[in-house]
């Protein structure tokens, strides 16, 4: 760096107001320095000038940082830092670059030859503006980061970059190209022309594929984004270097323009390390294919997709090249102006600046070119200080430097006087002990005391004092209260008497506190019931209390409602329905627990009855357990040895306990499902769907066989699998496959005589499925001999049939339900029952045929297929328990109905619209939701 050292002129004018002030004035007024500068020089091409200057910026000089001034030139490697300051840099007199507070900068390239600017600037840390004029010919600016080279031909932007490399670019006028890595185009361009078209056109592809950030974008780039566009460009570089080599060789022409060409290479200060190796690596192996490299070139693309519009950071950092000025040289010449230059240096460093009534200037340091003649209003601020303003005219040629020092403000003494009483009580200030009854003292305006006084017998006073005037204060302290006492006798003599959880007496005990205590007593002795009482200690305290302990009872019998309800002494178990209780002082705590209840908990001390009965109250919500990581559930959720197993729209399994606790996790293929069924055959867990086939263990979640589906082997629509004790029925379109029900292995496959997209039932020994003409199979599973009916039902779906005792019932596309008899496969009646099925769930088989769709359910006779009666607002399929129907509203309510009238026994809250079918299990009801949460309910109490 060459400095352009300020020169001072023959006198130095100190102001202090006037000589004529006195001493007292003089010593407390700011000190002003005022020193003419010489003229500052603006920089021509291929030179880099420091034109403003904001608190604490640096540049290197031989390993060490010394502070920048105005009119300072920049060289090639120079390198700037802004700590809490802010540079600005002009460029010739094509570019001004502001580095923003706590920004690494260094000249990678200054090039000036023929009057063109060839620059470039590198940003290791922190954020810079550009504002670039139009270029010319073969003019270049460039600014590189870590992980990016951005090339501009006259544009408005800001770069943003951290120690890992992040960049981000923001453009405000003009367009800004983006190369993803710190690999400089220029040189590679120039030697291209050497080496032929073909390597032009690479190159071209190179820069034409790169983003183009227009105005009011900004595009963010990771490092791992620009490593991989790094490799790309250093392979392309070794390529091209090599092609010009070779032509060079054979052309002197190119020979001297080459040289010339590496030349100003190596005047360029190299890119980050991690490149040079990529390169390094290619060029010793640069027998690359042309045809990779030329397709590879175009993976940096995919960037473009980080294209968003821009920030309000960004749009609020870039508004500062509004006052942003390139000084061009040749204008001024023109105009015969002269920018001058204003330096302004202030003690102390955190000192406030405002310039003109604009801004606040930190860093106790300013430094900026002004046209001549400006005049500028200069307030500095700073606590404790007295503050100064200056009304300053610059000169019209050179420029004017002044050096503030601020004198702290002397702050009066206050009067301060505190009594207490009594006289002998001790004061104490900041928690030193200064004085006793009486203290006088003189302290600056301003502070802060804390006081204390105390005597004892007496309650100590506190308080915060702010010395903004005198202070005469007087304390007078509050004599504390006296005890109180009361003698405490008992019967029997050898009771004891507890306060709390001490022992203080045994017969009879001596109780003393302060006034307005609160005590908690308890007196206990084998035999007797306990006796507990809270003792205010007031005015109006007897001086003595007796108290006479009741014989405990040798035994109490509980009844209880449900029968089935345990009964709990304390922690300890001791009956179902009734128990007969032999309490002790020790444990009195009686609860009644049972699912489905609200617990009843009571002290037996607290009754004398010797038999209780106790009615639980119903409450049937158990729980609500949100299932972590689970998505929506869908279908139906299945259940058997205490495992609850779901599946949610990611196509990922989940396996809750019958508590609704996690168990294990699974993910499947088959994601943005709507409609698969678990299947649940002894300790396996059945899951196909239209991506993927898995049998899991129920009690790890361990994979026990994986499968990929495609084709006729997807099962879309609910289509599933359907399991009996040993074997598998896997349905395809034209063939059931009977795997292993343990292992999932193929057995063999059963043709089918036509197309189907149903699921099967198996019972006893024969698989049914309708086929898509509506042909009804009957398939033994011993032989495979198939019998079959026409059934006139349209396009069945993927649902399977149902069965009770020998009659089997199927459901078409077009609603309409069908009983058959399943051994002579006669018909026994058909009807329709609802419009066409937009929700593909299998009949509820119960007291009647239950059918779920558009959110009605329809109940069915199985006598004559008559609906006997509609329930609207469902939620989903419902569940059969005992004589009642379950299902969930889609009001957020689980509902409970008998089965022969649909009428509403119960509505059960839940909060939240269920997203699949409930499993019943006995009195306990399981019910998924759209949020992941599994509802459980124990409805014993409606089951009677």
Not at 870 to 882: C, D, E, K, R
Request: charged share 30%; hydrophobic share 35%.
């Amino acid at each position: 760096m060459k400095k352009m050292y300020l020169l001072l002129v023959i006198f130095t004018i100190i102001l202090l107001f006037s000589c004529s002030k006195t001493d007292k004035e003089s010593i407390s007024q700011p000190v002003v320095e005022e020193t003419p500068v010489e003229e500052i020089s603006l920089p021509e091409t291929g030179e880099v000038s420091v034109i403003y200057v904001e608190g604490n910026v640096y540049y290197k000089q031989d390993e060490n940082w010394e502070p920048v001034f105005i009119g300072d030139i920049l060289t090639l490697g120079d390198e700037i830092k802004t700590e809490d300051g802010i540079c600005e840099l002009q460029f010739g007199e094509r570019a001004v670059v502001r580095l923003d507070y706590n920004t690494v900068v260094a000249m990678e390239r200054l090039v000036g030859s023929g009057g063109d600017m060839d620059a470039r600037v590198g940003v290791s840390e922190g954020s810079l503006v550009a504002k670039v004029e139009k270029l010319v010919g073969n003019e270049r600016f460039k600014v590189r980061t870590p992980t990016t080279t951005c090339g501009v031909r006259g544009t408005a932007f800001r770069v943003k970059t951290d120690k890992e490399g992040k960049t981000q670019l923001a453009v405000k006028e003009g367009a800004v190209r983006v190369i993803p890595a710190p690999i400089d185009m220029d040189v590679v361009k120039d030697k291209a022309e050497i080496a032929g078209e073909e390597m032009v056109a690479l190159v071209a592809e190179i820069e034409d594929n790169a983003p183009l950030v227009l105005p009011d974008q900004e595009i963010k780039i990771e490092p791992e984004e620009a490593k991989q566009t790094a490799e790309v460009i250093a392979k392309v570089k070794a390529v091209v270097n090599s092609e010009a080599i070779k032509k060079a060789n054979d052309n002197p022409e190119k020979k001297e323009i080459l040289d010339k060409i590496e030349k100003q290479d190596m005047e360029l200060v190299e890119p980050a390390e991690p490149v040079k190796a990529v390169e390094s690596a290619v060029s010793e192996n640069i027998s690359v294919s042309r045809d990779e490299i030329k397709k590879s070139s175009v993976y940096f693309a995919s960037v473009k997709e980080d294209i968003n519009p821009i920030s309000d950071e960004h749009k609020e950092a870039l508004e500062a090249a509004d006052e942003m000025k390139v000084y061009a040289a040749v204008e001024i010449e023109k105009e015969q102006k002269k920018p001058v230059a204003f330096l302004l240096e202030v003690e102390p460093r955190d000192s406030e600046i405002i310039i003109n009534g604009i801004g606040k200037i930190s860093g106790g340091k300013f430094q900026k070119l002004f046209d001549p003649g400006t005049s500028l209003s200069v307030s500095i601020r700073r606590e404790g200080y007295i503050g100064q303003t200056l009304d300053i005219d610059l000169p019209d040629s050179g420029g004017k430097s002044i050096k503030v020092k601020l004198k702290k403000e002397e702050k009066p003494l206050m009067d301060i006087m505190l009594k207490a009483e009594p006289s002998d009580a001790r004061i104490f200030i900041n928690n030193k002990n200064v004085a006793q009854g009486e203290y006088t003292s003189k302290i600056k305006k301003g502070e802060k005391l804390s006081v204390r006084i105390e005597k004892e017998g007496y309650r100590t006073e506190t308080l915060q004092l702010d010395v903004s005037n005198n202070i005469s204060k007087k304390i007078v302290l509050v004599p504390e209260e006296k005890s109180l006492s009361i003698r405490l006798t008992v019967e029997p003599t050898e009771a004891e008497i507890y306060i709390g959880d001490e022992l203080v007496g045994k017969g009879f005990a001596e109780i003393s506190g302060k006034k307005g205590d609160s005590l908690n007593i308890e007196v206990k002795a084998n035999g007797y019931q306990p006796e507990r009482l809270s003792l205010e200690l007031a005015d109006n305290l007897p001086a003595e209390k007796k108290i006479v302990l009741k014989k405990q009872r040798e035994s109490i019998k509980v009844k209880v409602s449900p029968e089935d309800a345990k009964i709990f002494l304390g922690k300890r178990e001791v009956g179902t329905g009734e128990a007969d209780i032999k309490p002790d002082s020790n444990n009195i705590e009686l609860i009644v627990k049972r699912p489905g209840y609200a617990p009843h908990a009571f002290n037996l001390s607290e009754t004398q009855e010797d038999i209780i009965n106790v009615v639980l109250t119903p409450r049937p919500l158990v729980a609500s357990k949100q299932i972590p990581g689970a998505k929506t559930f869908v279908r139906s959720i299945v259940g058997n040895r205490g495992t609850i197993i779901g599946v949610d729209k990611t196509g990922t399994i989940w396996a809750v306990s019958s508590e609704g606790r996690l168990l294990w996790s699974f993910p499947t293929k088959n994601n943005n499902n709507e409609n698969i069924l678990p299947v649940i055959n002894k300790d396996r867990v059945y899951v196909s769907g239209p991506k993927e086939f898995v049998i899991l263990d129920i009690i790890s979640g361990a994979p026990v066989y994986r499968q990929d589906l495609t084709g006729k082997a997807a099962h879309i629509f609910g289509r599933h699998i359907v399991a009996d004790e040993n074997i598998l029925l896997y349905p395809e379109d034209d063939r059931l496959l009977v795997l292993n029900a343990s292992t999932g292995q193929k057995h063999r496959e059963i043709s089918l005589p036509e197309s189907s997209r149903m699921s099967p039932a198996i019972i006893n020994g024969y698989a049914y499925i309708v086929t898509e003409r509506g042909k009804l199979l009957k398939i033994s599973l011993k032989d495979n001999n198939i019998e079959s009916v026409d059934t006139s039902l349209v396009q069945p779906v993927a649902i399977s049939p149902v069965v009770k005792g020998d009659s089997l019932y199927v459901i078409d596309r077009r609603g309409t339900l069908m009983s058959l008899d399943t051994k002579s496969l006669s018909l026994s009646w058909k009807n329709k029952i609802t419009g066409d099925l937009s929700s593909f769930t299998e009949p509820v088989v119960g007291e009647k045929i239950y059918i779920f769709n558009e959110h009605k359910i329809y109940a069915v006779s199985p006598a004559d297929g008559k609906v006997s009666y509609t329930i609207s607002g469902a939620a989903a399929s419902p569940a059969i328990t005992g004589s009642l129907l379950v299902y969930p509203s889609e009001d957020g309510k689980l509902k409970l109905c008998e089965q022969s009238s649909g009428a509403t026994l119960a509505e059960l809250y839940m909060g939240e619209a269920a997203s699949a079918a409930p499993h019943a299990r006995g009195e306990w009801i399981y019910v998924p939701t759209a949020s992941g949460k599994i509802y459980i309910y124990n409805i014993a109490h409606y089951l009677k």
